[in-house]
C-alpha cells in the first residue's frame, strides 16, 4: 500500500510473479514449479481483493499485477476484470514475458475500448 502524510491509502496494490519455467535454477528443484495459483486462491483473488479495497473506500486505487516471465499461463483467458500485455524479449535468447494487468476503478483505453 501506498499511503499518504495522514496515513490514507492512495494505492493497493497486489503482485504475483511466475518464473519462467525454462530458467536453469528451477532444474534442480522438481515440483517448485509452477509458484503462482491461477483460480480462485491465486491471481483471481487478487483482482478481486483490489475491487474489494477501493469499494470499501481503503483505497482510492487499486492494481493487480502478474508477471508471467515465460508465457506458462498466458495460454489461459484474462481473468474477468483483466488484460494480458505481451512484452517482447529484449534481445533474441532473452525471455518475453507477458503480464497481466487489472485496475479499480477500471480505465478504458478510448483506443481499445478494454479496460
Known sequence: ??????????????????????????????GKLPVV???????????????TFV??????????VFIDEGRYFRHRPAQPGTVWHDWDASHP???SPSVLWASWPQVVDAATDQA
Not at 1 to 25: C, D, Q, T, W
Open 37 to 51: 495459483v491461477w483460480g480462485l486462491d491465486g491471481v483471481a483473488k487478487d483482482v478481486s481483493r483490489i475491487r
Open 55 to 64: 469499494e470499501a473506500r481503503v483505497a482510492q486505487v487499486g492494481f493487480a
Open 93 to 95: 535468447s532473452s525471455q
Open 1 to 30: 500500500m501506498i499511503r499518504n502524510a495522514g496515513k490514507e491509502v492512495l494505492v493497493a496494490a497486489e503482485f504475483k510473479y511466475e518464473p519462467s519455467h525454462s530458467r536453469a535454477e528451477f532444474a534442480a528443484l522438481p
